[in-house]
């Protein structure tokens, strides 16, 4: 996972500091030696995500509150161990949001101190359909959501349930769009560009951007198939 805070505060002659944006990235089953910079045997180009550690800080030593999505994300969201509510599997599409409206997150913290708040990507924390409207993999567009993301302190949402329902694109409590698993990466980082671009100068923003990647399905979009360098050595998928 990575933390980048953009802009930094500095001080004025009121001694009033400037509030930091935060751009939280959260990478779904990225391997501590599967990054070039801590891993220099590591047979996978990790360029950027190079760039962004030269330019901070490196942990060396950071600990998940569980090796699988759903509670690794409530522990994110929540600042609480999982284990508090046996939450120790995953979710399915259907799975009722397992964050009470009550509870405070690191969201609702951030709307309380001034700041615009965005969740883009796989959420994977439940949501409320009313019901079954569509299956595992298909919800039809037009489905609205009785509790979305946004109850956990969100302003915006974009993205989808889990890695399994990866075509179905929800923006705030509506399916708006179906497309192929190998469109769904580069619409979730076109649209947190644009609502980065979107910001005013001088309000401050939280951006929660949960990728469904480098976890299954292995659908890179043409311009990246076969880049890597990376091989498959288990089930020798070429698109590696």
């Known amino acids: 996972m990575f933390l980048w805070s953009l802009g930094f505060g500095f001080w004025s002659f009121a001694a009033?500091?400037?509030?930091?944006?935060?751009?939280?990235?959260?990478?779904?089953?990225?391997?501590?030696?599967?990054?070039?910079c801590l891993n220099p045997k590591g047979k996978i180009a990790t360029p950027q995500l190079d760039k962004l550690a030269a330019?901070?800080?490196?942990?060396?030593?950071?600990?998940?509150?569980?090796a699988v999505c759903t509670p690794t994300r409530y522990g994110i969201i929540t600042g609480r161990y999982p284990s508090r509510i046996g939450q120790y599997?995953?979710?399915?599409?259907?799975s009722p949001p397992i964050i009470p409206t009550t509870r405070l997150t690191v969201a609702s913290l951030m709307k309380q101190n001034g700041y615009d708040t965005a969740c883009i990507g796989k959420w994977h924390l439940g949501m409320d359909w009313g019901g079954k409207?569509?299956?595992?993999k298909t919800i039809p567009v037009g489905t609205q959501l009785k509790q979305s993301p946004n109850a956990a302190g969100f302003d915006y949402f974009y993205g989808y349930t889990h890695a399994r329902n990866i075509g179905t694109v929800i923006e705030q409590e509506h399916v708006?769009?179906?497309?192929?698993?190998?469109e769904n990466q580069p619409l979730m980082a076109k649209k947190a560009v644009e609502?980065?671009?979107?910001?005013?100068?001088?309000?401050?923003?939280?951006l929660y951007y949960p990728l469904g990647i480098p976890h299954?399905?292995?659908?890179?979009?043409?311009?990246?198939?076969?880049?890597?360098?990376?091989?498959?050595v288990v089930r020798k998928d070429p698109k590696y």
């Open 16 to 36: 009033t500091p400037a509030k930091p944006n935060f751009l939280y990235i959260l990478c779904d089953d990225l391997g501590y030696g599967d990054v070039k």
């Open 55 to 66: 330019a901070g800080m490196i942990f060396t030593d950071v600990h998940s509150s569980s």
């Open 89 to 94: 599997g995953v979710l399915t599409t259907y």
């Open 133 to 136: 409207p569509g299956n595992e």
């Open 176 to 182: 708006i769009a179906h497309v192929q698993p190998s």
């Open 195 to 206: 609502w980065i671009d979107q910001r005013k100068s001088g309000e401050p923003f939280f």
């Open 216 to 232: 299954e399905p292995i659908v890179p979009s043409a311009e990246f198939t076969g880049k890597s360098g990376a091989q498959d």
